[in-house]
């Protein structure tokens, strides 16, 4: 899901002083990773190799921050931002920044991701809870390049589709999202 903001840094009100936060290569080069809650398998400086790979592979250019937090907290910003108040697997934050500082690599917008939410989609499709985050954290990273899948006509289902096999992840979000007739049907007709 993706929405507008008025506010930056929005995850940094969720990183407690106990947690570390780590940027990639010691700098802000990508934005900053925060595991606030922890996912097995899956470190800080993985996360941010992920990120910067998914960054490139979608094209997005400025940096992304990754809050990987409980579903309470993404709950909170759900309601929020969007006004449901339910948990979600994962948010997009677009930049309030111009377009132009965009270019010269400020911040592209930021990502909040349910550990909670990972855990249970990866045990029902059987793949790890580390696999999910990043399935997560790259259709995050489309919402912020400006993809919107409820709109646009299949356009971020081909690209994610695309950049999950670029990236080595398995089904993307929002196939395993469609009904299984249009997954059946779309198999038949390609």
Known sequence: MQFRRAEPALLFVFAAPKIE????????????????KKVPGLSKSALERFV????????LRGNVN???TGSGAVRSLNRQFRGHNKATDVLSFPSPHSAALVRKRVLAGEIAISAD???QNAIRLGHS??????????????????????RDNGQMARKEAKLRRALRLP????????PERSRTRKRRTE
């Open 21 to 36: 936060v780590s940027c990639a290569h010691g700098e802000a080069a990508n934005g900053l990773v925060i595991l606030q």
């Open 52 to 59: 910067s790979r998914a960054r490139q592979a979608a094209r």
């Open 66 to 68: 990754v809050l990987v």
């Open 117 to 119: 939410i990972a855990t």
């Open 129 to 150: 809870i580390s696999r999910e985050v990043k399935i997560l954290t790259l259709h995050g990273i489309l919402h912020l390049a400006g993809f919107d899948h409820e």
């Open 171 to 178: 089904v993307a979000l929002i196939e395993r999202a469609q």
